[in-house]
T-cell receptor, first 115, second 119 residues
Framework: DTGVSQDPRHKITKRGQNVTFRCDPISEHNRLYWYRQTLGQGPEFLTYFQNEAQLEKSRLLSDRFSAERPKGSFSTLEIQRTEQGDSAMYLC?????????????FGPGTRLTVL | AQTVTQSQPEMSVQEAETVTLSCTYDTSESDYYLFWYKQPPSRQMILVIRQEAYKQQNATENRFSVNFQKAAKSFSLKISDSQLGDAAMYFCAYRSYRGRGGSNYKLTFGKGTLLTVNP
């Protein structure tokens, strides 16, 4: 299977702890996106990479959040000093710049629960 | 900023029947893409169908088709011959046409419509 993968699938943490999520995009895709989805809502954009460059960050991405894509392949999303409001599903998607419509393909997500 | 509205939080359909999910959007742009994604329970989001705004012809993928009304900013999804496996949350999404900078690649989603298929 060469789809988008995310690890871990589930994470339970205590308030104030740091957590890190990983996303592995489809291998030829040079664009990578992070979204957050809370219960009963559609996904909301967090940030976007083209290769290793982070080109846009949403206002949702507070200073406690940081994302990297060091070699233009996998990406990590770190949340420092987690808060209960950070509980959500964190989705990663990737797309191919050379594709006809740059369609985004999603991973299974990481569900974060902050106690 | 673009917005996407799905006015039906829940819909139900009998197996083998046809159902239409509604989506409206607001934008000042003339070129853009529209998508329908399906998110089954506890499973990942998958693309159902996409429409380029510059194409007048409505997109079709097997049992899934759209009714794209650009002037009305409406983008509904029709599912024909509904199957039990169609049960899922369906999201309508908007994306600006590429080529105008990084901010235009993000998807803007509606809140979703939960589709139940009754046997």
């Amino acid at each position: 299977d060469t789809g988008v993968s995310q690890d871990p699938r589930h994470k339970i943490t205590k308030r104030g702890q740091n957590v890190t999520f990983r996303c592995d995009p489809i291998s030829e895709h040079n664009r990578l996106y992070w979204y957050r989805q809370t219960l009963g809502q559609g996904p909301e954009f967090l940030t976007y990479f083209q290769n290793e460059a982070q080109l846009e960050k949403s206002r949702l991405l507070s200073d406690r959040f940081s994302a990297e894509r060091p070699k233009g392949s996998f990406s990590t999303l770190e949340i420092q000093r987690t808060e209960q409001g950070d509980s959500a599903m964190y989705l990663c998607a990737s797309s191919d710049q050379g594709g006809p419509t740059d369609t985004q393909y999603f991973g299974p997500g990481t569900r974060l629960t902050v106690l | 900023a673009q917005t996407v509205t799905q006015s039906q939080p829940e819909m139900s359909v009998q197996e083998a029947e046809t159902v239409t999910l509604s989506c409206t959007y607001d934008t000042s742009e003339s070129d853009y893409y529209l998508f329908w994604y399906k998110q089954p329970p506890s499973r990942q989001m998958i693309l159902v169908i996409r429409q380029e705004a510059y194409k007048q012809q409505n997109a079709t993928e097997n049992r899934f088709s759209v009714n794209f009304q650009k002037a009305a900013k409406s983008f509904s999804l029709k599912i024909s011959d509904s199957q039990l496996g169609d049960a899922a949350m369906y999201f309508c999404a908007y994306r600006s046409y590429r080529g105008r900078g990084g901010s235009n690649y993000k998807l803007t989603f509606g809140k979703g419509t939960l589709l139940t298929v009754n046997p």
